[in-house]
């Protein structure tokens, strides 16, 4: 009941706001922006696995700590919102209302769907493996943990050069460059002997890559529906990641306990990944298209 539906609920209502609102804050920049949010969003899993590890080498147990956080979060969430100012924004469409899904029958709606699943799936499925697939290639546990550190930074980085990308070359080539970006570092795990230092290379690599996810949907969805849709529709496109949390790390376990490696697994979320990249290649060159024939027009 605590973590899994309040924190949760709370959680969505928190990452809604903190992506909606600053994006109509600042309209001309929506990839930059909303990849400082999600990036803050990231970023506050590794302070906070610091903090909590000082506070329970103090002694604290884990039921004190977790009443420290949620007091301390409380106040500090309170405090902030009232400095949250809502643009004001044109009427929503009545056609895209909630209760009709109309926009969940547009073909960029299921695009922005599938695109955001494949893309997480991958990415989860190996963040879910990553730790045991350096160990059978007996990297040592140090860097196994420096590893996970160094995937959370460049996650965190990722989100916000993505996001600055986007602003310039479009949400659509940004999505495909970056799912392929994380398809070949993650498909350079099959190719590339694992030692220590190529480990935590391809560690990097496939953070950076898998950051995107968080931040071009976004854009993308605000560009094609409207900044005062983003908050009503994008809620429904990031079901997508929810749905990959769970089959992405399950399928990678499955797929080891059939064929005893990793290999398969790996094969797996690379090859979703870039069936998410072909998606939206496809997405931009017919973007490219209309934009020429409205020109010649």
Known sequence: MGIGILAGVSTGFGYWVSLTSPVQWFPGKKGLITGIAAAGFGLGAVFMSEISETVLLKGYSVLQLI??????????????????????????DKELNTKKLAFAQTPIFKKLFLGIFLGTFAGLLIIGNIRIIGAQQSISDHTLVVGI??????????????????????????????????????????????????????????????????????KETAQVFGLERLGII????????????????????????????????????GFMSLLGSLLFLNQFMKERKNTIIEKLV
């Open 149 to 218: 550190s160094l995937f959370a930074v460049a996650n965190f980085a990722g989100r916000l050069i993505w996001g600055f990308l986007s602003d310039h070359i479009g949400a659509s080539l940004s999505v495909f460059l970056a799912l392929l970006f994380q398809s070949i570092s993650i498909i350079a795990l099959n190719i590339i002997d694992l030692y220590d230092s190529t480990y935590l290379v391809l560690s990097i690599l496939i953070g950076f890559g898998f950051g995107g996810n968080f931040v071009l949907f976004a």
């Open 67 to 92: 009443r420290i956080v949620g007091i301390v979060y409380s106040i500090i969430i309170l405090i902030m919102s009232v400095l949250i100012n809502q643009v004001q924004t044109q009427p929503v």
């Open 234 to 269: 994008y809620p429904y496109v990031f079901i997508g990641y929810a749905i990959a949390g769970i089959v992405g790390p399950l399928s990678g376990g499955v797929l080891y306990n059939i064929t005893g490696a990793y290999f398969w697994g790996i094969s797996l979320a």
